[in-house]
């Protein structure tokens, strides 16, 4: 179906920047969203940030203005630019894309998620 690489992770001071990147494959019909989400120690998975097919992003609250999601669509690719990064942005961070692969002989959708990627921001 699909199938998400990611790439990108690290450690890093706080105030320092990572650029996470995330390719998707398959038989990929459509991608209507593709979306970054983390998980830290302990705590639920959150969506960070999200762009949609036409072109809108979103972000939480926590990280407006700090990283910024961008996608290249030929490519099928997304990618997270994160910027002052702080020792709270640590976990592990999963691309998720959602849309159309072909299934089969149909078309169905999908919702396909990356392996992780462990972001660390040390003080």
């Known amino acids: 179906q699909v199938q998400l690489v990611e790439s990108g992770g690290g450690v890093v001071q706080a105030g320092g920047s990572l650029r996470l990147s995330c390719a998707a494959s398959g038989s990929i019909l459509s991608l209507n969203a593709m979306n970054w989400y983390r998980q830290a120690p302990g705590k639920q998975r959150e969506l960070v940030a999200t762009?949609?097919?036409?072109?809108?992003?979103n972000y939480a609250d926590s990280v407006k203005g700090r990283f910024t999601i961008s996608s290249d669509i030929p490519k099928n690719t997304v990618y997270l630019q994160m910027n002052s990064l702080k020792p709270e942005d640590t976990g592990v961070y999963y691309c998720n894309v959602e849309g159309y692969a072909l299934v089969g002989l149909s078309g169905r959708f999908v919702s396909s998620w990356g392996q992780g990627t462990q972001v660390t921001v040390s003080t």
């Open positions: 762009s949609t097919r036409d072109g809108s992003t």
